[in-house]
């Protein structure tokens, strides 16, 4: 049974911090792995995804890796906001259809 | 394209009464997934759908919930009857393809309290 990690499971941090979240999956064979944000009583926001075959996706000032073979999965977040402020979810997307999430990471940015 | 759209975003019920959840998909995307949300337990599948038809519900917690899709713009999540235990975030996804090359949109989700 595949299960996702995600250490810490809470970050603050000053503004202008360079900052990475951490996840981690049991199962290597996964087709892709998706990071998310939620806001506080929102819906989940996708990031960035990353296919099995890919190291890396970059999108901004976020910058997600992968190595399948560790079952490891890491974002990093440059030059941190106040408005990063927000749970961070990485999902693991297994064979069933199914994305298996994280309990996520809590990131408060200090200003 | 609005994304995924979900009524109502807050429902509160007394213990016993049927609670229907709805949700719009994007256009064009063949799988549609329920997703429950606590602090608990975190995200967790209850059900999808390809092309309308229902294919795992094995994340259904009970049968007191059901879950139906008419059409490819739209789906409903039944619980009958209620319970406080059901109280969740509730979420619905749609996605292109098995969700491969573009992930999954997730709406914004549904809040229901049973008191």
């Known amino acids: 049974k595949q299960e996702v990690t995600q250490i810490p499971a809470a970050l603050s941090v000053p503004e202008g911090e360079n900052l990475v979240l951490n996840c981690s999956f049991t199962d290597s064979a996964i087709y892709n792995l998706q990071w998310f944000r939620q806001d506080p009583g929102k819906g989940l926001t996708s990031l960035l995804l990353i296919q099995s075959s890919q190291r890396e996706q970059t999108s901004g000032r976020l910058n997600a890796s992968l190595d399948k073979s560790s079952g490891r999965s890491t974002l990093y977040i440059a030059a941190s906001q106040p408005g990063d402020s927000a749970t961070y979810l990485c999902?693991?997307?297994?064979?069933?259809?199914?994305?298996?999430f994280g309990k996520g990471t809590k990131l408060t940015v200090n200003p | 394209d609005a994304g995924v759209i979900q009524s109502p975003r807050h429902e509160v019920t007394e213990m016993g009464q049927e609670v229907t959840l709805r949700c719009k998909p994007i256009s064009g995307h063949d799988y549609l997934f329920w997703y429950r949300q606590t602090m608990m337990r975190g995200l967790e599948l209850l059900i999808y759908?390809?092309?309308?038809?229902?294919?795992?519900d094995s994340g259904m917690p009970e049968d007191r919930f059901s879950a139906k899709m008419p059409n490819a713009s739209f789906s409903t999540l039944k619980i009958q009857p209620s319970e406080p235990r059901d109280s969740a975030v509730y979420f619905c996804?749609?996605?292109f393809g098995r969700g491969l090359s573009y992930g999954y949109t997730f709406g914004s989700g549904t809040r229901l309290t049973v008191v």
């Open positions: 996804a749609s996605s």
């Open positions: 759908f390809n092309n309308n038809v229902p294919i795992d």
């Open positions: 999902a693991v997307k297994v064979g069933s259809e199914k994305l298996v």
